[in-house]
């Protein structure tokens, strides 16, 4: 799932999003609260006409901004007391507002609001997280009231393996409609990150969507597949675009790089992005290097393309039956690189 935060993929229109194969994009709940406002969006037809994409939306909880913005807020049973970082003034996000939001923004997906804690953390604090997420995850299952939307529960528990299990099983005790694995990719290693999802994946129900939050790198989504996980969300590909890097063949590319200002090839001649298809590594070189807007259109355009064209590969090798041979284990020398 491309990240739309503010209801925008930063830098791309929602025709050139639907071109690059995504399927579903997401978008988070503390930002729109604070603009343009939920009644805004509702007021619009809800947030797929607000913003024009026709295809399925899920919206984060507000809860990764408990972790991102720490020294915004404060944390209790209730909820999270935030400062608003664009006039100071206080906002109490608890579970049940920040599901009447997302009821109003009118995602096909809303997350239960739940506490991340940070990595590293005390086996207490991270025990006090997963107490206050498995008790606002009823709140939220109690507040949420509309019968098209889809909410999922979030699972905690740090890199404590006593943890994961309590919250896995006490989440997937709720029979939500799917089940994210939250609190992975904040700094713990990549190791640590996949212990936890071959320790949690099969305790969540097999007949549900299973989402893993924040990870959006080859190896680490094959890994996650090869042990049952179905979806991903990533600001990697958007954000390396708007720094003039491009993924190719599972590397980064720096496309400043002067090696590129005479090369008249496309960047990635197999891929069907419209970066690759009408402009030349040397053109995008120029782009970057004058600090044209279209050069980071161009190259996000084509990370997005890149990592969905991953993602795709891996589901038609399932459908195939060879994804053990081609993406499990996902190293950079395996067939992987020549099968997509």
């Not at 604070?34 to 909880?61: C, K, N, Y």
């Not at 699972?155 to 939500?176: E, I, K, W, Y």
């Not at 589901?315 to 993406?327: K, L, N, P, T, W």
Request: include cysteine; charge should be negative.
């Amino acid at each position: 799932m491309p990240v739309g935060t503010l209801g925008t993929v930063k830098g791309v229109t929602t025709s050139q999003l639907a071109e690059t194969g995504a399927q579903m994009v997401l978008s988070n709940t503390y930002h729109l609260h604070l603009q343009p406002g939920e009644e805004i969006v509702a007021d619009a037809g809800g947030l797929h006409r607000f913003m024009g994409w026709d295809g399925p939306m899920l919206t984060d909880s507000g809860g990764f901004q408990v972790f991102s913005l720490g020294d915004l807020n404060r944390i209790d049973d209730e909820g999270v007391d935030f400062r608003n970082p664009r006039n100071g003034s206080r906002i109490l996000l608890t579970p049940e507002r920040s599901m009447q939001i997302q009821m109003r923004l009118g995602a096909d997906v809303a997350m239960a609001f739940d506490q991340c804690p940070p990595y590293p953390a005390t086996e207490n604090d991270v025990a006090e997280a997963c107490r206050r997420t498995h008790a606002w995850l009823g709140r939220c299952a109690d507040a949420h009231q509309r019968d098209d939307q889809a909410l999922f529960g979030i699972v905690q528990g740090g890199c404590f393996p006593h943890l994961r299990d309590l919250s896995a099983r006490t989440v997937a005790d709720f029979n939500l409609p799917g089940i994210a694995i939250g609190g992975v990719s904040v700094g713990e290693p990549v190791e640590e990150m996949h212990q936890i999802v071959r320790q949690v994946t099969p305790l969540l129900p097999a007949d549900r969507p299973r989402y893993l939050m924040g990870i959006g790198t080859l190896r680490e989504m094959a890994v996650a597949v090869a042990n049952g996980i179905d979806m991903f969300d990533c600001v990697l590909p958007t954000r390396l675009g708007r720094h003039g890097t491009a993924l190719v063949g599972g590397e980064r590319w720096n496309l400043r790089n002067a090696r590129f200002r005479h090369d008249h090839t496309p960047l990635d001649a197999s891929c069907p992005c419209i970066a690759c298809r009408h402009h030349t590594r040397a053109y995008l070189n120029h782009l970057i290097r004058s600090e044209e807007l279209l050069g980071l259109t161009l190259l996000s355009i084509h990370n997005l393309t890149h990592l969905i064209r991953f993602t795709t590969a891996m589901g038609q090798a399932i459908r195939d039956g060879c994804f053990s041979e081609d993406f499990a284990p996902w190293e950079p020398s395996s067939r992987a690189h020549h099968t997509w």
